[in-house]
Every structure is written in structure tokens, then in C-alpha cells.
């Protein structure tokens, strides 16, 4: 009887959905072979009605399970402890299923969860063709169209919270797209390709990226786009590549017209590959495309619905390994420990959704390598200085515990995390190479990493020292409360950069033991009052690995001069940087007694350009006598982009462009989403800094290319109205005249680019755009290169370094007059500018002029001050000029 019941139901499957002879044919043999294992005790067989639970752990044929609640096509899905989630799709009126359901296999049973929220009017805001991708426990919903069939293309992304049950609503996309890609890699998401808001051709190749370690960058225009752009692709990673798998051209347009194409992205090198085609052109895989044991699975689709097709990556080719029971596109499929569990899709088409489920036992052979991506990481670095490389560590199957062996690490090699979990998505390892005391040459290591069950990974670290032995290099000598002085042949500088305390000195105290530097003993700078504390900022030349000595000598209790007490008179703390307090609770004269002088060294990381310290005090009040600072030089500059107008932009090559900053004066537009011509980075052209303006960047000494980023976008120019011609000066020189973008672009809406050769001698270089004979002077980016960087003065109060281009006259000398400043004035001195007119400049942190200050004629010596009122504590830039010299310092406003 029930081999008679499978017989009918299978006459009836092939009445109602196998036209195709092969397909009768494969459909027979399953029920026949069902038939058979019965018969011979060898399998329980199939219910009719599918059961509550599993009641065999092995399914040779495709076998009926519980069927969904609703019936779905174009429905992404995810895997979440070994349960399937469904998220709406669209029902057989192609009209918007407002619900979402989740499936465990273990009991067999589909339970409904939250639906999306609905609008302020009521109506759903749940979405089909958006991208689908699970970060922890949080599923991403990104673009899409909203609503019943044709809605409209959005750029909301969606967040559900897996654990809570709740939606919220996540950073929008750049732009609306629908039908593209969504996929996690790292600490990374990807979202490329689809279409646009007008649907019918408006397939995009855009590649956006979101950091979910730096939320508040957003979402990153800019990377490698997808070669060719379409839509209904699936988005599949494994190995530490993104594949773009088929897809179609065109949307609402016909049908659209199917692809077999299939590319390969590599973060590593910011580069799409072309695969091997698919065997037969196929898109509405989204769903039923997923990595597998390191190969990559792809279920159903628009055609050849009933195929299972496999991809290895290794040999670069596809096999049909499997056909279901009838043709579905757009399924959802997963694999759960050895079930390949299949469920809704259309059969055959959209308009014919389905809730059926199917699941299958299947043989799977687990790819147990733990793997780095890439195997190799090069670098190189200026002596002294220190670079951060990262790769990916992954698996090929399911997720590991992983530990980075750092036992051996050698010294110029630190890891930043070495241990976590990872799985086929990979988890970042970042790695830190320092030059710093390391000879010029080549170095490598070869680090590895273990997790239980897989075979261990390996990177090979390569690090190039370029030239210099890799000494640390002495920034600065401070005698801490005291003047300028000289001992033992050693020059010391006087007070400078502290902020928040006073200075004392004790005269009585002649002679200061295990010293022969007695007199920087001899003063100090301390807090306040009692418990009150002290900082220190210092500028320094490059981010870097500094050593710090401080120097103490206790010269007021117990000491000539100075009053009674003992241990536990003066306790205090230091902290470097922000970190761990280096010095906890401690006590001079606990640790080397009364006029005794003792050296505490500590080596830190500064990344922000400033060397912070503080003090606090646990009794008494803190206090410091001397301060040496030794660290990596400046060396070779690094490039410096600005999206002009814009908001930062990755653009292609990995080229990161910082938000519109250092400059002063004009205005900001944008022109939208707007295609511009002879680029791959159309955002970098739509938004442009207009007006008379100036920029005044902060670089090294030394030689530069200044790549100017232009493109007409202003309907008056274009239609002829008025033209645009304006003239641009950097470093004081006229670089470009009477500069006409559409002529130089050969039209509208198209990128231009100019390269200018400058060379920097005062650490800030300018570009001001001058108006001409018509309109107002425009940019869209600026990039600065390095060419060559000329060696800068080691210390940055004092500039005395003579300009070559002026050999022969006096030497422009500027001191700054306490420094950090802490009242409401810069005061600054200037020596050998006499007769020549004189300006000063003082720059914010972001290009702003803030203060500015002209002498028509110098004198021989020439002080003055420059209101700061009303300016905010931090890091300012003072440029002295004359026409033939300039000097550049940095400065400190303490609170």
C-alpha cells in the first residue's frame, strides 16, 4: 500500500511539475528505490503526512518534512544554531509576506518570530531582494524592495536580533540598491552590485564596505567594483574571497536576461578575478548559494531549477552533484551536521511560491585546514619606524578556537590578539613590525596558529629595513621647573609642555647623590595643592614606539632646606599615555631616601602625534625633575587625501581620502548620485569645496606630488551660460592659470586629474584656489604623495635650520615663549627677518587659520602675541613667514 501511495505521488509530482522525460525518469527511481529499501528492512520509509520529529537520522532520497507556514519565494535565510530563519519573501500574488519563520530540524517544526516593524502609516516594511548577512547573533538586512511587488528600492538596512527576538533599524547604504550582494568577511561587510532605484537597466557595480569595528565611519564607497554589473547573483565566501555567482542583466525589463559568469574578490589586494562560468546561465540563486567544506553549493535558480551545482575553488570547477524533486528558484537551502535541508522557492516560477520542505542525508568530507589569508605579508619601514599589516584566519568548515603561537616571537614582531574564535568568514590578526633598533635588511618569521580538530596555519611576516642603523633617536631633554641648562656637556631644555601645576626650586639643596647631573635635581615641577595632579603633552614626529626616562630626586621632605618627614609623605602615580599606570602609588623616599637622584624608563605606544603623561597624587603632591624622550625620527611621510566637500571616501587602490579638513574659506556642495565618466570612484566627483579657499596640510619636509581631482558638474558651465576659469597656488607658486575643467576633461561629468611637483621646506603645505577671469575656483579631492622627504630639525620649538633656497641671509629664528600655552596668548619671538615684512599664521588641528598677525618692516628682534581667546586645548600649528623664509612649529594650548 505504501509503495502503491509513493507511486500515485509521484504521478502526480510529474503530472503537476516534471514536463522534462529525465525528470519522470529520476523521480521513478527514487520511489522505486524507497520500495525496494522497505522491502528489504533496510529503511523505515517515509510518512505521507511528514512527522513532528526526526524519526530516522538517514534520508537517502529527498524526503518531505514539515512544510513552512507560508508559502515564500525570494526569501533569504541564515543559519543560527543549527536552526534555519526565513525572512519574508513574496507570495504566489507576488504581494509581500509580512513574516518571517525559523525551522529546527531536531523536532521538525516551524515556529513564527517577530516580523519587521511597520511604517508611520501602518503598512510593512518587510523586504525582498536585499541582502542577507549574520554578524554574532545580529542577522543584516541590507537594501532591497520594500513592500508588494514592484516596490520601490531602499537603502535601509535592517538589524534582528536573534537572541532578543527585536528589530531595529541599522546605518543606511550609501545608495538604494536591490538584488545585489551582502556578505561578512572578517570584521568587514560587503554589500556590491544590484540595481538601482529606476530598476529597469539600472544595474549597478558599486562596492561598499562597512568596518563593524568603526561604526562611526559608516559605510565606505570607494573599493574594486564588481566587473561587471548585475543583479540576482549569488554572494557566497570561502577561503578569504568574495564570489559573485551568475546572476542577469536588466530587472523588470522582459524578465531580465540570465548570466553565467562568476567573479572572485580578494581584499588582499582590492582586486576582482573571473572563475569558471557556471555549466548554464542562471540567476535567483540568492537564497540556495552557500560554502560548504570549501567548496560552494548553489541550489536551484531561474533555470535548471532542479540542479545542485558544486565549485571548487581548488580545481576552478563546477559539477551538477545532485537534482531535488522538482525545479525551485530562489529556494532557501542549508546544510545542518549532514542534512541538506531545502524549503520554499517557486515551482517552477515566482508567481508559483511554495512552503514545502525537503531534507536529504548527505556523505560530507569536512576540510579540517585552519588557514591565514593571505599566506604572506610584506612590509617594509624607515629605521625606527613601525607598520601594521593584518590577514584573515579562517576555516573551511564550521567554526574553531584558535591560538597564534607567540612564544617566539621576535622582538620587531607583535601580535595584537592571539587568540578567538573564527570561522569560513575568518577573524582579523593584526600585526605590528617594528623598525626600531633594527639594522637595514630583510627579516622574516613565520607565525602559526592551532585550534583542536584542524591542521595548524601559517603566515610568512616579511619586514624591509630601509637604510639608517635604527637607533632611537633623542627628541628632547627637559629640565623639568628649571631653565635651559647645560651638564656634563648635555643640553637640557627648560620647562616645557607641562600644563596644570607650578614649578619649585629648592637653593638649599647643593648636592644630589648618584648624580653628576646635580642641577636638574635642583627644581622641579609639581602639583598644585594637595592631591592635585599635573600633565605633560609633547608633540612627536611620527606614530611610534618611544622610550621615556623620568627623573626624581626628593628635595623637599627630608631634605636641606626643606621639612621633616619621612616614607609615606609624597605618593603618586604616572601614566603614559592612557594605558596601565606604568608607576603605581610611589614613593621617593620609600624607594632611594632624601636628595638622591633615581631614573624610571618606560617604553610607549603613541599613535595620535602627542606623548601624554599624568600625574595624580595618593599623598601629597606628585612631582618630576627631569623628563628624556627618545623615539623614531621623522622618515618618509605618508600620503595625505582629502574627498574635498565630502565625507571620507575608499576609493580604488585602497586609497583612503579623509573627510574635507585643513582648509579655510569657500563653500560645499554635492551633486548627487550622478554617474561621472573616466573613473571607477564616481562619489569622489559629486561633492566639490567652491569659492576662494585655501588649504593648509601639515606634512614633512621634503618632496611632493599635489594631485588635484576635477569634474564639471555645474548646469551653467555645462549648457554654456558662463565658463569656468580660475587659477591655483601652491606653496606660493602659481601652479595652474586660467585652469577650464570641461575644456581639460573634454566635457561634462567626466574626472579630470592634475599632477603638480612642490617641494615643502616649512611642515605645512599650502594650495590656495584663486579666483579668475570667470567663476568660482572649484576641487573635488586633493591627494599629496611623497617623493622625497628632507630630513627635518629634531626638535620643533626651536627652527633654526636654514632654508637652502635662502643660503647667504640671516636664518629665520622663531621661539615660542611657554609652550604649552596656557593663558589667553601665543607670545612668540623672531630673529633675522629684519627689514622684510613678517606674518604669522597660527593653524588649528584642521587647517583653520585662527590667529594671524603682519609687520610691515621687522626689527632686529620682533615679539608678539596672538590672541588664542575662545580656542579649545590642543595641538595648533605656528607659521612664521617672510617672502624669501618660513618656519612651521607646533604648539600646545593646555586647558
Not at 607598520?387 to 603561537?405: E, H, M, P
Request: glycine residues 10%; negative net charge; charged residues 15%.
Amino acid at each position: 500500500m505504501l509503495c502503491t501511495s509513493l507511486y500515485i505521488l509521484s504521478f502526480r509530482s510529474i503530472f503537476n511539475f516534471f514536463p522534462e522525460y529525465m525528470n519522470l525518469l529520476r523521480l521513478r527511481l527514487s520511489v522505486y528505490l524507497s520500495c525496494l529499501l522497505i522491502l528489504l528492512n533496510l529503511w523505515s520509509g517515509f510518512a505521507l503526512q511528514a512527522a513532528p520529529a526526526l524519526q530516522d537520522p538517514f534520508y537517502p532520497v529527498w524526503t518531505p518534512r514539515t512544510p513552512g507556514q507560508n508559502k515564500r519565494v525570494e526569501a533569504p535565510s541564515i543559519v543560527y544554531n543549527k536552526k534555519i530563519y526565513v525572512f519574508a519573501g513574496l507570495n504566489p500574488k507576488l504581494d509581500i509576506n509580512n513574516s518571517n519563520e525559523v525551522y529546527d530540524p531536531a523536532t521538525n517544526t516551524w515556529t513564527y518570530i517577530a516580523p519587521m516593524p511597520l511604517d508611520a502609516q501602518g503598512k510593512p516594511q518587510a523586504l525582498t531582494h536585499n541582502g542577507i548577512a549574520l554578524v554574532d547573533n545580529i542577522v543584516w538586512l541590507a537594501g532591497g524592495r520594500v513592500g508588494d511587488n514592484p516596490g520601490p528600492v531602499t537603502d535601509k538596512v535592517w538589524l534582528y536580533n536573534l537572541t532578543t527576538n527585536t528589530w531595529a533599524e541599522g546605518p543606511r547604504l550609501p545608495a538604494p540598491r536591490a538584488a545585489g550582494g551582502l556578505v561578512r568577511l572578517g570584521r568587514r561587510l560587503h554589500f556590491f552590485g544590484g540595481f538601482g532605484p529606476a530598476v529597469c537597466n539600472d544595474d549597478r557595480a558599486d562596492h561598499f564596505v562597512y568596518d563593524l569595528d568603526q561604526p562611526a565611519l559608516g559605510w565606505q564607497t570607494g573599493l574594486a567594483p564588481l566587473p561587471i554589473p548585475r543583479n540576482h547573483f549569488g554572494t557566497v565566501t570561502v577561503g578569504g574571497q568574495i564570489y559573485a555567482i551568475g546572476g542577469q542583466y536588466g530587472h523588470d525589463c522582459g524578465g531580465g536576461q540570465d548570466q553565467k559568469m562568476v567573479h572572485a574578490y580578494d581584499p588582499a589586494t582590492n582586486t576582482w578575478t573571473q572563475k569558471k562560468d557556471l555549466p548554464y546561465a542562471n540567476s535567483h540563486i540568492e537564497p540556495g548559494s552557500f560554502a560548504l567544506d570549501g567548496k560552494i553549493l548553489v541550489t536551484g535558480g531561474e533555470r535548471n531549477g532542479q540542479n545542485i551545482l558544486q565549485y571548487d575553488p581548488a580545481t576552478n570547477n563546477w559539477t551538477i552533484i545532485d537534482q531535488m524533486p522538482t525545479a525551485l528558484i530562489a529556494p532557501s537551502a542549508k546544510v545542518i551536521d549532514n542534512y541538506y535541508i531545502v524549503s520554499h522557492g517557486g515551482a517552477p516560477g515566482s508567481q508559483q511560491s511554495q512552503e514545502a520542505a525537503w531534507i536529504k542525508s548527505i556523505t560530507r568530507s569536512k576540510n579540517t585546514q585552519l588557514d591565514f589569508w593571505p599566506n604572506q605579508l610584506t612590509a617594509s619601514a624607515a629605521a625606527g619606524q613601525q607598520v601594521t599589516v593584518k590577514a584573515l584566519l579562517g576555516t573551511f568548515s564550521d567554526q574553531a578556537t584558535y591560538t597564534i603561537n607567540t612564544a617566539s616571537l621576535p622582538g620587531w614582531l607583535k601580535v595584537k590578539t592571539a587568540s578567538g574564535t573564527t570561522d569560513e568568514a575568518g577573524a582579523p590578526v593584526e600585526l605590528t613590525l617594528n623598525a626600531a633598533g633594527l639594522p637595514a635588511g630583510n627579516y622574516s618569521y613565520t607565525l602559526t596558529a592551532t585550534a583542536a580538530g584542524y591542521s595548524p596555519a601559517s603566515v610568512e611576516v616579511r619586514l624591509t629595513v630601509e637604510g639608517g642603523s635604527g637607533a632611537p633617536t633623542l627628541l628632547a631633554r627637559i629640565n623639568a621647573g628649571g631653565p635651559a641648562v647645560t651638564s656634563n656637556g648635555v643640553s637640557w631644555s627648560g620647562s616645557e609642555y607641562f600644563f596644570g601645576g607650578k614649578t619649585y626650586t629648592n637653593s638649599k639643596v647643593k648636592e644630589i647623590a648618584d648624580t653628576q647631573d646635580d642641577v636638574l635635581y635642583q627644581t622641579e615641577y609639581s602639583a598644585t595643592s594637595n592631591l592635585s595632579g599635573f600633565g605633560f603633552a609633547m608633540p612627536v614626529p611620527v606614530p611610534g614606539q618611544y622610550t621615556v626616562k623620568l627623573h626624581f630626586a626628593e628635595i623637599y621632605w627630608d631634605a636641606t632646606g626643606g621639612r621633616a618627614g619621612g616614607v609615606g609623605q609624597r605618593v603618586f602615580s604616572v601614566n603614559l599615555e592612557g594605558g596601565p599606570v606604568e608607576l603605581a602609588n610611589y614613593d621617593i623616599l620609600a624607594d632611594v631616601g632624601s636628595m638622591r637622584a633615581v631614573v624610571k624608563t618606560y617604553t610607549v605606544e603613541v599613535g595620535d602625534g602627542v606623548l601624554n603623561i599624568d600625574f595624580s597624587a595618593s599623598a601629597n603632591q606628585p612631582k618630576i625633575s627631569a623628563i628624556e624622550v627618545m623615539g623614531p625620527a621623522p622618515a618618509s611621510s605618508e600620503s595625505v587625501r582629502l574627498n574635498a566637500g565630502g565625507a571620507a571616501f575608499l576609493a580604488s587602490g585602497s586609497r583612503q581620502f579623509a573627510a574635507d579638513t585643513y582648509v579655510t574659506g569657500g563653500s560645499t556642495t554635492t551633486v548627487g548620485n550622478v554617474q561621472i565618466d573616466n573613473t571607477a570612484d564616481d562619489a569622489l566627483y559629486q561633492t566639490e569645496r567652491y569659492g576662494t579657499f585655501s588649504y593648509n596640510v601639515p606634512v614633512s619636509n621634503g618632496s611632493y606630488n599635489v594631485i588635484l581631482h576635477f569634474a564639471e558638474t555645474y548646469s551653467k558651465v555645462i549648457n554654456g551660460t558662463i565658463s569656468r576659469k580660475f587659477h591655483v597656488d601652491i606653496e606660493g607658486q602659481r601652479k595652474l592659470t586660467e585652469y577650464d575643467i570641461l575644456a581639460k576633461a573634454g566635457g561634462a561629468w567626466k574626472a579630470v586629474q592634475e599632477t603638480v611637483g612642490v617641494t615643502v621646506n616649512d611642515g605645512v603645505l599650502t594650495v590656495a584656489f584663486v579666483p579668475g577671469s570667470s567663476q568660482n575656483p572649484k576641487v573635488c579631492a586633493i591627494e599629496i604623495v611623497p617623493t622625497t622627504v628632507l630630513a627635518s630639525p629634531s626638535r620643533m620649538l626651536s627652527a633654526t635650520v636654514a632654508n637652502p633656497e635662502t643660503t647667504g641671509k640671516a636664518d629665520l629664528q622663531v621661539k615660542i615663549l611657554g609652550n604649552p600655552i596656557q593663558q589667553d596668548g601665543l607670545d612668540v619671538e623672531v630673529q633675522g627677518a629684519m627689514g622684510q615684512p613678517l606674518r604669522f599664521k597660527l593653524i588649528d588641528a584642521k587647517g583653520q587659520v585662527v590667529a594671524e598677525h603682519e609687520v610691515a618692516k621687522a626689527g632686529i628682534r620682533e615679539q608678539h602675541r596672538l590672541s588664542v581667546t575662545g580656542q579649545a586645548a590642543g595641538l595648533f600649528f605656528l607659521r612664521v613667514s617672510t617672502p624669501e623664509q618660513s618656519r612651521t612649529l607646533k604648539v600646545l594650548k593646555s586647558e
